[in-house]
């Protein structure tokens, strides 16, 4: 995992075909708003496939990531699986690594959050132009 932000690579992390299912590693810390990208090295071509076009060999995207609700003795979190061969010869069924993030929150806020928040700024907003024109 590269965090783009902070500059900060994991380094390579789960080895092909020798990391056993369930195996755990720690990716590091990252903050709110920080740019990740995720890469997978072919150890057999020598390419690299990532999560951003621009890094990838074939300039697409290798990675697709959704919310996973757990099952199976993995925890629930972000899952990530990877594909591992370049556009043309791919399979595109993403399997080829696969991961679950863990200890993941959100912050973005409810569309009610946003409503509220903008009526009472509105509010204040004429409030003010109000008192203004007095």
Known sequence: MLNVTTSVFSGWLFDNQTTAPGTSANFGSVAAGDVLVFKLFDQTSGLVFASDPTMSADGINHAYATSFAGGGGIPAGIFVG?????LGQSDLDYNDDQFVFVNVSSTT???STLIMLSSGILGLAGILRRNINL
Do not use: I, K, S
């Open 82 to 86: 990877m594909e591992d061969l370049p």
């Open 109 to 111: 806020p409810e569309p």
